[in-house]
């Protein structure tokens, strides 16, 4: 009778050596491309987040102040009154009657923006990302509360990345 002998084979650790470097070598070349990209595409979400955000907060603040009728008080981040000024307010809120004669107060508080209707203490917060917001007149020969277009620019911070809106607009109640 004859026996068959199989040998038995597996990997040696010399081997196993070798293609662990072989690996490492490899990853050592492809893991900062991905990287890189992981990075680059953070920044690219923070941006369209910031770019997605300034469109919504601008529509509803261009769509506020075009109503406004006239405005009563501003208030810089400070804390100091500013509605006579002519020159550009870093805005802490601002009270305003609008085309229904309700009295509104747009302010901003811890990076949101929150829009309050004093008659029937209706609040809407809106934004997550601003920094601040400017407020000046677009003619530089009247104050603020005189004038009937202000330029408002909004500046909103995520993660390093900074995003600016500018927009003029036309206070159309405003006599």
Do not use: W
């Amino acid at each position: 009778m004859k026996f068959i002998s199989q040998k038995k084979r597996g990997f040696t650790l010399l081997e196993l050596i070798i293609a662990l470097g072989i690996m490492a070598l490899i990853s050592s070349v492809i893991l900062p491309f991905f990287m890189g990209n992981y990075k680059s595409l953070n920044v690219t979400a923070d941006k369209s987040q910031l770019h997605y955000e300034a469109e919504q907060l601008n529509s509803v603040i261009c769509e506020k102040l075009m109503e406004v009728k006239s405005i009563e008080g501003i208030m810089d981040n400070q804390g100091r009154s500013r509605i006579d000024s002519s020159e550009s307010v870093e805005l802490g809120f601002i009270t305003f009657i609008d085309g229904e004669d309700k009295e509104n107060i747009l302010e901003l508080k811890d990076g949101r923006l929150e829009i309050k209707n004093i008659l029937n203490d209706e609040k809407k917060t809106l934004g997550g990302s601003v920094n601040s917001i400017e407020v000046e007149p677009l003619y530089k020969e009247t104050t603020i509360k005189n004038s009937s277009a202000l330029s408002v620019s909004i500046i909103f911070k995520r993660n390093d990345q900074i995003y600016t809106i500018k927009n003029d607009v036309y206070l159309r109640n405003k006599p």
